[in-house]
C-alpha cells in the first residue's frame, strides 16, 4: 500500500467514526514544500455535514487518527481547515523499498472488477496519408488506453474505418481520374475530389496490380474496382505508419459492416420499440431533447437514405452488445457539436454515461518560429510520417502527450530537434541515462538485489528526502491520469522527477564525474544512494512506458549553450 492510500484509508476510517461514510478524499502535494507532503481539504468537505466549523473538524479528525499507523511523523491543522501531513523516516524508507520490490509493476494497479473499455481513436477516412492531428489523436488514444492497462482496465483499441459514403465515392473518382489521364484521356479531378501527388501514385499502381481488369471494366465496374483497390490500399498504409509511430489497434471496424450485418435496422426498431422515433415533414427524427439534445436529430431523411447519425448509433450500440462498459472516444475539434447529440441518442437506448468523448485541437507546426510548409505528397497538410521521421517516434509522440488535448497546439521543430536538455522528453530519457552511468561506473547490475537490510537511514539529505518523496507520488499519478484520460499529467510529473534526480546526481560532486558522489567510500552510504539511483531508473522507465516511449541507457549528450 502506497503511503497515500494508507493515509487515505487511515482518514476513510475516522470519518467512518464520525458518521460521514462516502466522503471523497483528495490528498494533494502543497506547492510549498514546508507545509508538509501531502495536504487535505477533507474537514472543510465535511463541515455542512457534520454542522461544525472546518477547522474543529479537521482538530477533530486529528484526535481521531493514529498517526503511526499512518505512516506521519506530525500532522497540523492550517488555514480555513486543511490538514498537513509531514511523513515518517520510516515510512519513507519503506515507500522506497516498496519501489525496488516492485520494480516493472510499479505504479501499475489491479482492481477487483476492472472494466472492459473501447478506445477507439484516428479512425480517419481511408482516402489519404495521415496528418499531424491524427498523429495528436493516435498519441492521446494511445496514452489512454496505456494508462487504464496500467490501472488495471481490460482495454480494445480500435479504428472506426469509414469505407462507406460520399468521401470513398469522390475517392474512387479521384483515383479513377488519374488512370484515365494515365492512359492519355483529358479526364480532371473532379473538384470535391483529392488532389494529392498521392492519388497520381494510387493510380500507378492501381494501373500495374488491376492491369486488364480496368481496361474491360465498364465505367460503374471501374469505379466500384478503385473503390474497393484504394480503400484497402490507404488502410494498409494508415496501418504501418500508425505502428511505426507505436500504435497497434486491436480491431480495424468497417462502417461497412453496420450495413451488410443488419445493425441500423436493429437499433431503428430497438428505438421505434422505445417510442422515441416520429415522422414530421417527410423525414424520420428521433426524440434526443428528451435526453439533454437541443433539438431533435432527423434519422432518415426525405429521400429515404440514413443521416450520418444513423450508423454512428448502430455502431455503439454495437460496442455496448460485445459486452464493453465503457466507450472512449477520441474526436477532432470539427466533431464538438456532434458529441452532445451521440450521447443523447445512446441515453435514449438505455447506455447513459456508455460514451466519453475527448476532443482533440488541431496542430501547427513552427519551424524557425513560421508555420512549417505544406507536405509535397499529400499537398494540403503535413503528413504523420513526414514529421516522426524527422523528430523521431519518442520525441513526436512526448510532444503530443505533453498538452492537453482540448488545447491548440504548436508543435515547435526546432525545439523538438534540439538534442539537449531544453527538449523536455530528452531531459527525461538522460535522467534515465544518468542513473544506469552509475550502474556502469560501479560496476554494480542495475537490478541487482541486496542482501539483508538496506541502510535506508543514511538518506539524511533533503534532495534525497524529497526526492524519495517524489518517487513514491507515481502510482497516484498514474492513478489521477487514467481518471481523467490525462497523459499529459504523466510528462508534468516525469520532467519534475527528472529535475529532482539531476540535482541530487550533481548535488554530492560537482565535478565532471559526479557517479562518484553516489560511489561513496563509506559502503553503508554507497548502498543506500545506489538503492535510490535504482529507484529513480525505475520509475522513470515505468513512466516513459505508460507513455509509450523508450527509456534509452545510454545517450550521446550534446553540450548545451
Not at 40 to 67: C, F, H, Q, W, Y
Not at 238 to 259: H, I, K, M, N, T
Request: proline share 4%; charged share 30%; with cysteine.
Amino acid at each position: 500500500m502506497s503511503d497515500v492510500e494508507r493515509l487515505r484509508s487511515a482518514l476513510s476510517a475516522v470519518l467512518d467514526e464520525l458518521g460521514i461514510a462516502g466522503v471523497d478524499i483528495q490528498l494533494e502535494r502543497p506547492r510549498n514544500p514546508e507545509h508538509g507532503d501531502w495536504s487535505t481539504n477533507v474537514a472543510m468537505v465535511s463541515a455542512g455535514r457534520l454542522r461544525k466549523p472546518p477547522r474543529e473538524v479537521a482538530a477533530e479528525i486529528l484526535d481521531r487518527l493514529d498517526l503511526g499507523g499512518a505512516g506521519v511523523r506530525e500532522a497540523e491543522v492550517a488555514g480555513p481547515g486543511f490538514i498537513n501531513f509531514r511523513l515518517t523516516s520510516a515510512q519513507l524508507q519503506a515507500l522506497l523499498k516498496r519501489i525496488l520490490e516492485e520494480d516493472e509493476a510499479y505504479g501499475r494497479r489491479e482492481p477487483e472488477s476492472p472494466e472492459r473499455v473501447v478506445v477507439e481513436f484516428v479512425s480517419a477516412n481511408p482516402t489519404g496519408p495521415l496528418h499531424v492531428a491524427h498523429g495528436r489523436g493516435a498519441a492521446l488514444g494511445d496514452g489512454i488506453a496505456r494508462l487504464l492497462e496500467w490501472t488495471g482496465q481490460v482495454v480494445h483499441r480500435e479504428f472506426y474505418v469509414n469505407d462507406a459514403g460520399v468521401q470513398i465515392d469522390r475517392l474512387a473518382a479521384s483515383v479513377d481520374a488519374r488512370w484515365r489521364q494515365l492512359q492519355g484521356e483529358n479526364a480532371p479531378i473532379p473538384e470535391s475530389g483529392y488532389h494529392g501527388d498521392y492519388v497520381g501514385g494510387l493510380a500507378r499502381e492501381a494501373d500495374e496490380e488491376l492491369a486488364d481488369r480496368l481496361v474491360d471494366a465498364s465505367d460503374p465496374d471501374r469505379l466500384d474496382l478503385f473503390r474497393e483497390w484504394a480503400v484497402e490500399r490507404l488502410k494498409a498504409d494508415q496501418d504501418r505508419d500508425l505502428r511505426d509511430f507505436g500504435v497497434a489497434f486491436d480491431e480495424w471496424y468497417p462502417e461497412s459492416r453496420v450495413y451488410e450485418e443488419g445493425l441500423i435496422q436493429e437499433t431503428l426498431a430497438d428505438l421505434t420499440g422505445r417510442d422515441l422515433v416520429y415522422e414530421a415533414d417527410g423525414a424520420t427524427w428521433l426524440r434526443t431533447t428528451t435526453f439533454g439534445d437541443d433539438k431533435d436529430r432527423v434519422l432518415v431523411k426525405q429521400d429515404g437514405t440514413y443521416t450520418y447519425l444513423v450508423p454512428d448509433i448502430a455502431y455503439h450500440r454495437e460496442k455496448a452488445r460485445r459486452g464493453y462498459d465503457l466507450a472512449i472516444n477520441v474526436w477532432g475539434a470539427d466533431h464538438h457539436g456532434y458529441v452532445p447529440r451521440m450521447q443523447a441518442a445512446l441515453a435514449a437506448l438505455g447506455l447513459e454515461d456508455f460514451l466519453v468523448v475527448e476532443i482533440v485541437q488541431m496542430v501547427r507546426i513552427l519551424r524557425g518560429g513560421q508555420e512549417a510548409k505544406l507536405s509535397k505528397r499529400a499537398g494540403d497538410f503535413i503528413t504523420l510520417r513526414e514529421l516522426f521521421e524527422e523528430t523521431g517516434t519518442d520525441v513526436a509522440r512526448y510532444f503530443f502527450l505533453m498538452r492537453r488535448g482540448d488545447t491548440q497546439m504548436l508543435f515547435d521543430l526546432d525545439l523538438a530537434l534540439d538534442h539537449s536538455e531544453k527538449n523536455p522528453v530528452f531531459k527525461v530519457q538522460y535522467a534515465h541515462a544518468r542513473m544506469m552511468s552509475i550502474f556502469r561506473k560501479g560496476g554494480v547490475e542495475p537490478a541487482q538485489r541486496w542482501s539483508g537490510e538496506l541502510p535506508l537511514d543514511r538518506l539524511e539529505t533533503d534532495d534525497e528526502q524529497d526526492l524519495v518523496k517524489q518517487l513514491a507520488r507515481f502510482p497516484e499519478v498514474v492513478r489521477r491520469a487514467a481518471a481523467g484520460r490525462a497523459p499529459h499529467l504523466v510528462c508534468d510529473y516525469l520532467e519534475e522527477t527528472a529535475g529532482m534526480a539531476n540535482g541530487w546526481y550533481h548535488s554530492g560532486n560537482p565535478s565532471r564525474n559526479p557517479e562518484l558522489a553516489v560511489l561513496a567510500d563509506d559502503p553503508d552510504l554507497r548502498e543506500a544512494r545506489l538503492a535510490l539511483a535504482r529507484g529513480v531508473r525505475i520509475v522513470l522507465r515505468n513512466g516513459l512506458r505508460v507513455l509509450g516511449l523508450t527509456a534509452p541507457d545510454r545517450m550521446e549528450r550534446e553540450e548545451q549553450g
